[in-house]
Nanobody, 127 residues
Framework: QVQLVESGGGLVQAGGSLRLSCAAS???????MTWFRQARGKGREFIGG????????RYLDSLKGRLTISRDNTKNTMYLQMTSLKPEDTAVYYC?????????????????????WGQGTQVTVST
């Protein structure tokens, strides 16, 4: 069993930066960890993730260059650094985990691959 808690969201001005954290309880080391986001009226989309040891990272193509995902397995925590924020980045950001990844070197894009979800943290980017 894994519990995920996101933090770090809030109100940011356009052009600013933000770092989100996802703290996991329970077993963390083998987890594939990802970030999704959901804007109002839209579906939940994959934006980036890391395999268990950080050797494989995937990012949504349209966000490459503005996102950095990292994880500290000693702290059971994953991070999402976002820069050059835009109003269209406004969304609820969710952390998700795959407890038993089929391929430990892969980071699936589909939300169906993830067993555990955090409650989400709101990020609002103002003009």
């Amino acid at each position: 069993q894994v519990q995920l808690v996101e933090s770090g969201g809030g109100l940011v001005q356009a052009g600013g930066s933000l770092r989100l954290s996802c703290a996991a309880s329970g077993r963390f080391n083998w987890l594939t960890m990802t970030w999704f986001r959901q804007a109002r009226g839209k579906g939940r989309e994959f934006i980036g993730g890391s395999n268990w040891n950080g050797a494989t990272k995937r990012y949504l193509d349209s966000l490459k260059g503005r996102l950095t995902i990292s994880r500290d397995n000693t702290k059971n925590t994953m991070y999402l650094q976002m820069t050059s924020l835009k109003p269209e980045d406004t969304a609820v950001y969710y952390c998700a985990a795959d407890l038993n990844p089929t391929d430990r070197d892969d980071v699936p894009l589909s939300r169906d691959a993830y067993d555990y979800w955090g409650q989400g943290t709101q990020v609002t980017v103002s003009t």
